[in-house]
């Protein structure tokens, strides 16, 4: 069985030296050795990297977007039905289109896999334009139908996607 001294963690050794004492404070790496990068990478996760950056720079777009959207919602409980109904639909459309933004950057940057989100975004509509602008004798599982094969190639294509860009991953987790 191992000792207490044995259990405890090796400290880093500073500059190829001796390991500091407990006394003195370990220096902070030096930001240009790419050891150090390469090793802070690893401890993150395979391939760490940021979040991809809008296309409108630092402007924060999106988030402006859910605030509207949030102020709306409430708005859309508060005032009376025919203007709250419209201002609840509204409200769900931003939020809904501010969320659907975000997962685009992110899944096409090869940052976070989205591939279900992005495979609903293109089954839904199609359920409902093939159930609304079909013919009145359509059966509904036809619609359902055609929604759960555009979900399906939806989702195919963006899977494929993800794996070019994220460099062979299939999903990512972050913590």
Do not use: C
């Not at 401890?43 to 979040?51: D, E, L, Q, T």
């Not at 709306?72 to 201002?87: N, Q, T």
């Not at 509204?90 to 659907?100: D, E, N, R």
């Amino acid at each position: 069985m191992a000792s207490k001294r044995q259990q405890r963690k090796r400290r880093r050794r500073v500059d190829g030296g001796a390991a500091p004492r407990p006394s003195e404070p370990a220096s902070p790496p030096s930001p240009t050795s790419t050891d150090d990068a390469q090793r802070s990478q690893t401890r993150r996760g395979r391939g760490a990297k940021a979040p991809p950056q809008a296309p409108w720079g630092s402007f924060p777009l999106t988030e402006l977007v859910v605030l509207l959207a949030l102020v709306m919602l409430v708005l859309g409980f508060v005032v009376a039905p025919p203007r709250g109904a419209i201002l609840l639909g509204t409200g769900l459309a931003l939020g809904s289109l501010a969320g659907l933004e975000l997962a685009i950057r992110e899944h096409f940057a090869g940052y976070k896999s989205h591939t279900l989100l992005l495979g609903g975004a293109v089954g839904i509509p199609v359920v409902a334009a093939v159930y609304f602008l079909g013919p009145e004798s359509l059966p509904v599982w036809v619609s359902l139908l055609a929604g759960v094969l555009a979900f399906g190639a939806a989702a195919w294509l963006a899977a494929s996607t993800f794996r070019r860009r994220s460099g062979g991953e299939l999903f990512k987790f972050r913590a």
